[in-house]
């Protein structure tokens, strides 16, 4: 695995995260915050800048249903299935979020938006995919720190509802 860059003042990971990490008591989790000089904005700068499979990266995408945001939770490698979302949601409409939604929605930038820990309470989908691995890494609150978490653990924390929304090869 890359040995990843340590901010002098700690783990790196945005300071609302960190904070969100110290409520929840999981403050183990902030000393296996990975920082990275190059930014691991989307799954494929993750997957290489840590050395796993690409599927192992947790996605936190959010999008509107019927204009509400809804964080999904998806492995790397998968896309999610709209109509899917829609459906389980029994949603009219379901878009991805406009990135200033993103941001006030969850206090995160996109490529930085980490499972839990957000702004606002969301509801929470998480694609049964995640829990194919044994650790998955996540964004934690900036484009350049990730950490690890067993997938179940993750999930709980986020408040998720495991479904099935991967888009499926045709």
């Given at each position: ?115 839990f820990g957000h702004r606002t ?35 709980a924390h986020a408040g998720g ?10």
């Amino acid at each position: 695995m890359t040995t990843a860059a340590t901010d002098a003042e700690g783990s790196g990971a945005h300071p609302r995260f960190a904070e969100a990490l110290r409520e929840m008591g999981l403050t183990e989790v902030t000393g296996r915050v990975r920082r990275f000089p190059e930014a691991t904005r989307t799954a494929a700068e993750a997957a290489a800048a840590i050395g796993c499979e690409l599927s192992q990266i947790c996605k936190s995408l959010v999008f509107a249903a019927d204009k509400v945001p809804v964080l999904v939770l998806m492995d790397g490698a998968s896309r999610v299935d709209v109509e899917r979302v829609r459906r389980e949601l029994g949603a009219e409409k379901v878009t991805r979020a406009r990135a200033d939604v993103v941001r006030e929605t969850t206090g995160y930038a996109i490529g930085g938006v980490p499972p839990f820990g957000h702004r606002t309470a969301t509801r929470v989908l998480a694609d049964r995919s995640l829990l194919d691995h044994d650790i998955v890494w996540a964004a934690a609150g900036t484009p350049y720190t990730v950490f690890p978490m067993e997938p179940g653990t993750l999930i709980a924390h986020a408040g998720g509802t495991l479904v099935d929304v991967r888009e499926r090869a045709s």
